[in-house]
């Protein structure tokens, strides 16, 4: 039988625009009149989908609706999604720092909670002082706490100022302590935002082994946001895909963050999902096959009026989101020949540098000074090898790739 720790059942999660708390005294009033009527809150019917890009017509919003999933003990779970789309909300419901609209958490164990730099820190406090005001809020007592101090200020690199009030830590410093007192306290349920991305790599990298060893080691369970795609590949071997406020997907990290990929991407070469303000098509030959090491070719229309000068520039992205390479006209010192009346132009880059695999292109315009134009993850693509007749192991082969010449 499944070793069920962590169960979220039917989670919404509603909020007032422009509103501190729920909304104003005739609305809690309506509420409670409601409530002691036996009736539901007139509030949930009404208010908008999580969609941070439209102005909606409702001054309510609902930051999550309808999550529901299960955590068994000793699982790490990725959560992933653009920005806006409900997974900060999500857990501090989780980590019952906020209480839903609609739905229950239900939890078996201590709950440590990284969701801000200096999350329950008081930072008049100094780090040592904090570790053991934390502990107590697990629930450790201070024999407990005593004899895990050493191995959390280790941890943490923090030696020469854990007497140090809190307050004059830089955030790298702050989130390095914090993240040594979560995971060395031993709670059931570690819950880890996207504030490790404060740390330098040498801690990421750290902080990323120590949850490993937390979850295959310990048995103990991770929740984990973070946009980094490379470190949820490495970490997560599940993930929640959220969108708009719901769940798109619960999948394998690999198929999770490949429908992650594609719905920020348009596979069809016309751009109307994300319309911009000057670029308005991009074609890539659909015909032929992209192969590294060989020409690719792709076209940009532009509506040039009210131009006086523009350049155009591209970003390449691998399928875990990060640039692998970029180039603009303005670093060959060319420019749109706006003043002939051109509204398109041809781009061609000569030996694709990139190994097989899934990108996504982004196109920008610039005048110079500041960005006129926008478009990121516009055309999703995939790149093969240029020899049908080399058989190649199904591995990571990276994203760089170049003609290599064997000497023997």
Not at 54 to 74: C, H, M, P
Not at 290 to 308: R, T
Not at 393 to 406: D, H, I, L, R, V
């Amino acid at each position: 039988m499944k070793d069920i720790i962590l169960k979220a059942e039917n989670i919404s999660k509603q909020y007032r625009l422009g509103q501190v708390g729920t909304g104003t005294l005739s609305h809690d009033l309506n509420r409670w009149w409601h409530q002691i009527r036996g009736k539901e809150n007139p509030y949930l019917k009404i208010g908008d989908t999580n969609d941070r890009s439209t102005k909606g017509t409702s001054d309510y919003v609902w930051a999550l609706q309808d999550i529901n999933f299960e955590v068994e003990r000793g699982e790490v779970l990725g959560i992933i999604g653009k920005n806006g789309a409900g997974k900060s909300t999500l857990l501090k419901i989780l980590s019952k720092v906020t209480a839903p609209t609609t739905g229950s958490i239900k939890s078996r164990g201590r709950i440590a909670s990284l969701l801000e730099v200096g999350t329950g820190f008081n930072v008049e406090m100094t780090g040592r002082e904090n570790i053991f005001l934390n502990g107590a809020i697990l629930g450790m007592t201070k024999k407990e706490i005593t004899s895990k101090l050493d191995e959390i200020i280790e941890f943490s690199g923090c030696q020469r100022y854990i007497d140090t009030p809190v307050k004059r830590y830089s955030s790298g410093m702050t989130v390095r302590l914090a993240f040594a007192v979560a995971a060395f306290l031993e709670p059931e349920i570690l819950v880890v935002d996207e504030v490790l991305a404060v740390g330098d790599a040498e801690f990421q990298k750290k902080a990323i082994g120590k949850m490993q060893d937390i979850s295959k080691g310990e048995g103990r369970t991770v929740l984990f946001v973070s946009h980094d795609l490379a470190a949820i590949k490495a970490l997560c071997p599940k993930t929640i895909l959220l969108n708009n406020g719901r769940v798109q997907l619960i999948a394998s990290t690999d198929h999770v963050i490949e429908e992650y990929f594609k719905s920020n991407a348009i596979s069809d070469s016309v751009i109307e999902k994300k319309r911009a303000k000057i670029i308005t098509d991009i074609i890539i030959p659909e015909k032929s096959e992209i192969l590294s090491g060989e020409i690719f070719k792709f076209s940009v229309h532009f509506d040039n009026k009210g131009l006086e000068y523009a350049s155009l520039g591209y970003l390449i992205k691998n399928d875990r989101g990060n640039a692998v390479m970029a180039a603009n006209m303005h670093q060959y010192g060319e420019s749109l020949k706006i003043d002939n009346g051109q509204n398109k132009i041809e781009v061609s880059i000569e030996k694709l540098p990139l190994a097989p695999g899934q990108y996504s292109l982004s196109l920008y315009l610039s005048n110079g000074a500041y960005d006129l134009d926008i478009i990121e993850d516009v055309v999703l693509f995939n790149v093969f090898w240029n020899n049908d007749d080399v058989i190649v192991p199904k591995k990571n082969w990276g994203s760089a790739f170049a003609k290599t010449e064997w000497i023997y």
